[in-house]
């Protein structure tokens, strides 16, 4: 009797063990990827050296900022963002052959070539100079996004920053080659320097979207703020930094603001000027501590919707209601069924949104959206966004939008794109050309010896009233770690449809925190590559040199230009055209329908090239598009061309004509 009754007493210890271990192996099976052995086969990369400015490697190199006295603590956090890269077409010849890139080991901002460029392109590599501008030691560049701005087809560059306002590089028409000397620093923003110091507001700048938000025919710009205007990198700096006031909800940073194209001018001394529309975002919604954003046009009048990826809350998904000379967005928010897990919700999540793309997972013909989160094991398994689009056509999205109702449903796990480690930029790309889109991910956060992650879990539960205090934070300096060992991620299109990690299978797994990915077909060929910003670490080039790649159609989508490169007149840093910025285009083949879009920049801090692309695997038949874009003008046209594969230069106008490719 004594036996059976010390049975029955552990009886409910013994079922906890076997409950804990289930759930254990459970969750080890659900974290766990698929195997991508075979799949890696097909793909290859080669990492090759960048060119940097004469010079380059003598300067003095840091691994922490200069922080505000009240963040001396939890300066390497501060220290976590601010590494940028972009690929486009820099010297006009046709090719996405040019880089920007700003690293913070230096906080400097070098314009060069890619490894692979022809001879024709390549140029000294030189660094942005913002003079006379004021631009201090309390400041530090964290973007740089090519466009442009002035609409003449000369590629500008867009630099953003924390502690000012961003600048624009615009292009010089007498410019013969890319040179310090051949872009004139604008304000974006503007602002009066009686006294060469700089007294406009203190932004912090950690994301920009460029595209045409209001379909007038011209580039508007959304830049996304982390922290408010405040003295974060001043060391002698007034006490007015603050730190989220909130894991899940917090609405207390700088947020976003909305700059409005108005007008422009080329020439030797070269202008843009923007206009901001403070009311084009709701209130709620513009109060985030953002990290990304990207658009596309979900609905098929030629204006792109807004994604809004910010940190320690919700996220948004803003439906464009504007009009030429007027930005305006409503929210839309998910629908939660009975097994929607409230964090799952499009709008309400309490996640922490560090990287967006756009893109079409699956070739439907919609566009999809994946989100980065923080997702690591044991640390704070929270879980990336497949926003996956359930709109039967876009005139049903767009009436559902109006409603204020979003019709995406969050698949990540499902399509084993769930779980990576501490996520930031996400770029989708078909490197293959096999007609399916990869997914590439850079990964961590603060590389260090000394394991911080209890202190932060700890951090993580403690009461929202004490967040916004930095002092309250927990130690995060030199020599600290948290997720510092995470590596890039390569997710390949599997043949179930899922996506396999193979950064390891392809030598990409370099255990140092990434911030910014940029992608495009930098030899004109149809092969598309891709560079990696790393945090105080040197960046890096992968050449695609996979044996077997598919057929591909690549489009370059223009509008004629202003100034003296209109009518087809070309000289310097002049392209074909502008880039015909929001122009979305669907392709047709035999094995489905794809869409894909000319992004004019977004994401985190990593910018692709303006090429728009489509694999097309072993199909070598006339492909089928369906363009629709906004003139220079703002007028709505669409247009239905075959095309055969390869590489093509459209000029859009009241219709779309080939242009013979340089």
């Known amino acids: 009797m004594a036996y059976s009754q010390r049975i029955r007493r552990l009886v409910p210890g013994l079922v906890t063990v076997l409950i804990v271990a289930s759930l254990f192996f459970a969750t080890r099976a659900a974290v766990a990827a698929p195997d991508g052995t075979k799949v890696a086969a097909a793909y290859r990369f080669k990492e090759m050296p960048i060119a940097m400015p004469p010079g380059y490697d003598e300067l003095p190199k840091r691994t922490v900022r200069t922080v505000n006295p009240a963040y001396e603590k939890i300066r390497s956090w501060i220290s976590s963002v ?154 002698n700096g007034l006490n007015n930094v603050v730190m989220n006031d909130s894991l899940s909800r917090a609405q207390n940073a700088g947020g976003d603001h909305v700059l409005r194209w108005t007008s422009a001018t080329s020439g030797p001394r070269p202008t843009a000027a923007y206009v901001e529309e403070p009311k084009a975002i709701p209130y709620d919604a513009a109060t985030g501590w953002t990290l990304a954003a990207a658009g596309a046009d979900l609905t098929g009048d030629g204006l792109p919707e807004l994604y809004i990826a910010n940190d320690f809350g919700h996220d948004h998904l803003l439906y464009n209601r504007s009009r030429a000379g007027h930005i305006r967005f409503t929210e839309a928010i998910g629908e939660r069924t009975g097994t929607t897990p409230k964090s799952f919700l499009l709008g309400k999540d309490s996640f922490k949104g560090m990287g967006v793309d756009f893109g079409d997972l699956d070739n439907t013909g919609r566009f999809d959206m994946m989100v980065s989160n923080i997702t690591v094991a044991w640390g704070l398994e929270e879980s990336n966004f497949v926003w996956k689009n359930r709109a039967a056509s876009e005139a049903e999205m767009n009436r559902r939008l109006a409603d204020g109702v979003a019709p995406f449903s969050q698949e990540a796990r499902a399509k084993g794109l769930a779980w990576t480690g501490w996520n930031w930029d996400v770029k989708m790309g078909d490197f293959l050309n096999s007609g399916h889109q990869d997914v590439v991910q850079t990964d961590g956060f603060v590389k260090g010896k000394i394991d911080r992650w209890p202190w932060l879990q700890e951090m993580a539960m403690a009461n929202d009233l004490l967040l916004s205090n930095p002092s309250m934070w927990p130690h995060e300096g030199p020599g600290d770690d948290i997720a510092g060992h995470n590596e890039l991620a390569f997710y390949a299109h599997t043949p179930d449809g899922s996506f396999a990690n193979i950064s390891k299978q392809l030598g990409l797994a370099v255990p140092h925190p990434t911030r910014a990915v940029a992608t495009g077909d930098t030899t004109g060929t149809g092969v598309l590559d891709f560079a990696v910003a790393r945090q105080w670490g040197p960046p890096a080039f992968y050449a695609n040199t996979a044996v077997h790649r598919g057929n591909h159609l690549t489009l370059s989508l223009l509008r004629p230009s202003a100034g003296p490169a209109a009518g087809g007149s070309r000289s310097g840093l002049a392209a074909a055209g502008s880039p015909a910025y929001g122009a979305t285009v669907r392709a047709t083949t035999p094995d489905g329908t794809q869409i894909a879009q000319l992004d004019g920049g977004g994401g985190h801090s990593g910018f692709r090239s303006f090429d728009v692309r489509f694999g097309l695997g072993s199909y070598d038949g006339p492909v089928t598009l369906h363009l629709r874009w906004r003139d220079a003008h703002g007028e709505l046209h669409q247009q239905v061309r075959r095309l055969a594969p390869g590489t093509h230069t459209l000029m859009l106008t009241s219709d779309a004509q080939e242009v013979p490719s340089s």
């Open 82 to 235: 601010g590494a940028s890269i972009a690929i486009n077409d820099v010297t006009g010849h046709g090719r996405a052959s040019g880089m920007c890139i700003v690293d913070t080991r230096t906080d400097q901002v070098t314009v060069t070539y890619t490894p692979t460029a022809r001879q024709a392109d390549r140029f000294t590599p030189f660094l942005l100079d913002a003079a006379p501008l004021p631009v201090d030691r309390t400041m530090a560049p964290t973007g740089c996004t090519f466009g442009d701005f002035n609409g003449d087809g000369r590629m500008d560059i867009l630099v953003s920053y924390w502690g000012r306002t961003p600048v624009l590089f615009l292009a010089r028409s007498d410019a013969r080659t890319p040179s310090p000397r051949a872009y004139v620093p604008r304000e974006l923003v503007p602002s009066q320097s009686q006294d060469g110091r700089y007294h406009g507001p203190r932004w912090n700048t950690d994301t920009v979207h460029v595209s045409d938000l209001d379909g007038d025919g011209h580039p508007d710009i959304v830049v996304g703020n982390y922290f408010p205007d405040s003295d974060v990198l001043d060391p």
